[in-house]
Each structure stands twice: as structure tokens, then as C-alpha cells.
């Protein structure tokens, strides 16, 4: 069981390069998520999906795309990078249970990727 | 989802409690309080999370105000491997607002 599985770990980019990076989980969970972290901040959300062939924009969403063919797979694509889209890339499924009466939801983040756009 | 205040950065000796707290004044009814902590670049890692009542599990300690409005996690014998940034999430769960939104967290520091 490998939960989170992002690829690539790392990646230089030049400025107008495209790239796609891919997200894994094997949990059969519901949801989930890219973000992105930037020096000395909390993560932001770009892109989420609630389900297969489901995609909404999140905080962040501007020069990328996102894709959810499958259950298990969530892509990030950059069309055209920018240096601005240098930072590190985090993906998270999630899945929801009920406790007492309400409705809680568990996050599973992958390692991340560092992209470095130059 | 309610806004969090957490202290910037704290310090704590080896093997004392850490207690990490966190202001949350406009909680709601149905909103719960998570942590997450994320060691040195690594995708955040739950700890815990709760409504009203205090919670304990294997990793930490959730004590949650009567009147909801602040939170305090404790780590009771904190080790190196603690040294983390720690984020008091405040989320509500009916469907339709699975994202979890993070502020900038609480610097943790455990001192040999």
C-alpha cells in the first residue's frame, strides 16, 4: 500500500516549457487535491477533484490544468511555465466516514515535487 | 471555514510537553478542529483533530475550550523528530467542502 505516489520529485523547467506531473493513490479514495507551497507559507490549493472525471478550481488555479480520468490518478499540467511556478508541488487524496453524525474527512499528502522554472 | 491564529514559532525542550495553541473565535456549530504537521518540506502529516471534547491518540492531545473558541495541542514528551510546523485547520463538514485550507502554522523547535 503506497498511498501517495507523486511524479516526478524533481524538475527544471525553462520559462515556456509544458509538463505534467502525476499523482497516484491506491487508498480508492474519492477525493483529491494539488498544492502548491511557496517559501516560508502555508499551502495553497490550485486545483481538486470530488470525484472520476470531476475537476474544480481551487485558490490558486491560474496556468494550470487538471485532469481526473481515472479514480486513482489526478494530473497537473503546465502549459506554458512561468517562472512564478517555481515552488513545491503537493497532491492529496482524501476520503470521508461518519463520525458521530457527522461527516469527517481523512488527507493522505504525497512527498511532493520540487519544480524549479528558470 | 473559521480563520485560525497561531503563534509564529515556539521553542521546547527535549522530553517536556509541547502545547501549541491556536485561536479560532468564529468557530461554528459543525466546523471541527484538525492539526497537520509538515517535517522540513515533507507533504503534512495528520496528528489529530475533534468538535468539542478533548481527544488523545497515540501521537497527541486535542483540549478544545468549553466555549469553542481555542484549541491546544500537546505533545506530552517531545522528541527531535517533533521539530515541525504544526497547522490548526478549522474546517466544516457538511459535503461540498472537502479542501482543507491552511494558514501559515506554528513553527515548532525542540532544543537538545
Known amino acids: 500500500n503506497a498511498g501517495v505516489t507523486q511524479t516526478p520529485k524533481f524538475r527544471v523547467l525553462k520559462t515556456g516549457q509544458s509538463m505534467t506531473l502525476l499523482c497516484a493513490q491506491d487508498?480508492?479514495?474519492?477525493?483529491m487535491y494539488w498544492y502548491r507551497q511557496d517559501p516560508g507559507m502555508g499551502l495553497r490549493l490550485i486545483h481538486y477533484s470530488v470525484g472520476e472525471g470531476t475537476t474544480a478550481k481551487g485558490e490558486v488555479p491560474d496556468g494550470y490544468n487538471v485532469s481526473r480520468l481515472k479514480k486513482q490518478n489526478f494530473l497537473l499540467g503546465l502549459e506554458s511555465a512561468a517562472p512564478s511556478q517555481t515552488s513545491v508541488y503537493f497532491c492529496a487524496s482524501s476520503y470521508s466516514h461518519r463520525d458521530r453524525g457527522l461527516r469527517i474527512y481523512g488527507y493522505t499528502f504525497g512527498s511532493g515535487t520540487r519544480l524549479t522554472v528558470v | 471555514d473559521a480563520k485560525t491564529t497561531q503563534p509564529t514559532s515556539m521553542d521546547c525542550a527535549e522530553g517536556r510537553a509541547a502545547n501549541l495553541p491556536c485561536n479560532h473565535s468564529t468557530i461554528s456549530g459543525n466546523e471541527y478542529v484538525y492539526w497537520y504537521r509538515q517535517i522540513h518540506s515533507q507533504g503534512p502529516q495528520y496528528i489529530i483533530h475533534g468538535l468539542k471534547n478533548n481527544e488523545t491518540n497515540e501521537m497527541a492531545s486535542l483540549i478544545i475550550t468549553e466555549d469553542r473558541k481555542s484549541s491546544t495541542l500537546i505533545l506530552p514528551h517531545a522528541t527531535l523528530r517533533d521539530t515541525a510546523v504544526y497547522y490548526c485547520i478549522v474546517r466544516a463538514v457538511n459535503f461540498g467542502n472537502e479542501k482543507l485550507t491552511f494558514g501559515t502554522g506554528t513553527r515548532l523547535t525542540i532544543i537538545p
Open positions: 487508498m480508492n479514495h474519492e477525493y
